[in-house]
């Protein structure tokens, strides 16, 4: 079941839930980016100083064609830095 959250400029985040199962036990998310893949990462609340929750994405791996798993690179990061500079959620290495 996937529950689309936002898609702005070709960037759709959704969660896939039955996937996240297949790859490990904590809620696995997809970032699906054009042509470049399925970006697989993990969100996370953590608390910034103000003690307000925000969220922490840690990048896993992400899927190519015919389903090769690789890590992830630095251009890709980029473009999640267009997407977390939306204002969505923070990005740490």
Same mark, same amino acid.
């Given at each position: 079941? *996937? !529950?689309? =959250? &936002? %898609? %702005?400029?070709?960037?759709?985040?959704?969660?896939? $839930?039955? !996937?996240? *199962? +297949?790859?490990?036990?904590?809620? +696995?998310?997809?970032?699906? +980016? $054009?042509?470049?893949?399925?970006?697989?990462? %993990?969100?996370?609340?953590? #608390?910034?100083? *103000?003690?307000?929750? /925000? !969220?922490?994405?840690? =990048?896993? #791996?992400?899927? /190519?064609?015919?389903?090769?798993?690789?890590? /992830?690179?630095?251009? =890709? %990061?980029? &473009?999640?830095?267009?997407?977390? @500079? #939306?204002?969505?959620?923070? #990005?740490? @290495?």
């Amino acid at each position: 079941m *996937k !529950k689309n =959250i &936002v %898609k %702005k400029e070709g960037i759709k985040l959704t969660i896939n $839930n039955e !996937k996240a *199962k +297949l790859y490990n036990p904590y809620n +696995l998310m997809e970032l699906k +980016l $054009n042509r470049t893949g399925i970006l697989i990462w %993990k969100m996370l609340d953590i #608390y910034n100083t *103000k003690e307000k929750i /925000v !969220k922490k994405i840690i =990048i896993l #791996y992400r899927i /190519v064609n015919e389903g090769k798993i690789q890590e /992830v690179k630095k251009d =890709i %990061k980029l &473009v999640i830095k267009k997407f977390i @500079n #939306y204002g969505f959620c923070y #990005y740490e @290495n």
